[in-house]
């Protein structure tokens, strides 16, 4: 099976501008998540959806992050305007129906540089 | 609130030799599930190992295995024969009724 789809590999842009991240995850699961992986840290969870839902955002800076998963399928994070604490690895995983003995399935994650 | 805790940032092993990762976690929860990841430096985290805290026998893939403490709360990840592609960073993850939880990981380094 393909495996959770992001993109782009990598961005670079100046603090206060804009930036949008894409994540298609495993056909067939329901449950997807962002997380921010700032260096030398664990993934930081900042968003969750369930289909077209969202479960938890809880840790999601929203005067500054959005996302959406408006069909249910693949997924959007927007930061807008950017600062420099938000240079990081953005993550994407899926898991079929985010039971809590599932595993989650990563992408490669997009790194971001903010100058 | 739940927190999930490695206190070893990096760990070195020699190849062909044994090591153990140690990870503790703090819950007020009985039913819940543990996990360990890899994250080699391509940066695809991969699943490790899972263990489910109803199940005293501890878990083994292969070459890994689990020493689960589930009084001391303590989930520790032993890797035998160690090889130069186990060399990566290992997130402990604890998985919740609202919660799934990272800790800060543990960068193993594999010597030749």
């Known amino acids: 099976e393909a495996g959770v789809a992001q993109s782009p590999r990598y961005k670079i842009i100046e603090k206060r501008q804009s930036v949008a991240f894409w994540c298609n995850p495993i056909?067939?699961?329901?449950?997807l998540y962002w997380y921010q992986q700032i260096l030398g840290q664990g993934p930081k969870l900042l968003i969750q959806?369930?289909?077209?839902?969202?479960?938890?955002d809880s840790q999601l800076p929203k005067d500054r992050f959005s996302a959406e998963r408006l069909k249910g399928v693949d997924s959007t994070l927007k930061i807008q305007p950017a600062k420099l604490e938000d240079s990081a690895v953005y993550l994407c995983?899926?898991?079929?129906?985010?039971?809590?003995?599932?595993?989650?399935?990563f992408g490669d994650g997009t790194r971001l540089s903010i100058l | 609130a739940q927190t999930v805790t490695q206190s070893q940032p990096e760990m070195s092993v020699q190849e062909a030799e044994t090591v153990t990762l140690s990870c503790t976690y703090d819950?007020?929860?009985?039913?819940?599930?543990l996990f360990w990841y890899k994250q080699p430096p391509s940066r695809q985290m991969i699943l490790v190992i899972r263990?489910?805290?109803?199940?005293?026998q501890n878990a083994t893939e292969n070459r890994f295995s689990v020493n689960f403490q589930k009084a001391a709360k303590s989930f520790s990840l032993k890797i035998s024969d160690s090889q130069l592609g186990d060399a990566a960073m290992y997130f402990c993850a604890y998985s919740g009724t609202y919660k799934y939880i990272f800790g800060t990981g543990t960068r193993l380094k594999v010597l030749a």
């Open positions: 056909s067939g699961h329901a449950t």
């Open positions: 995983a899926s898991s079929p129906t985010g039971g809590r003995n599932q595993p989650q399935h």
């Open positions: 819950t007020s929860e009985s039913d819940y599930y």
């Open positions: 959806f369930q289909n077209n839902g969202v479960v938890d």
């Open positions: 263990q489910e805290a109803y199940k005293q």
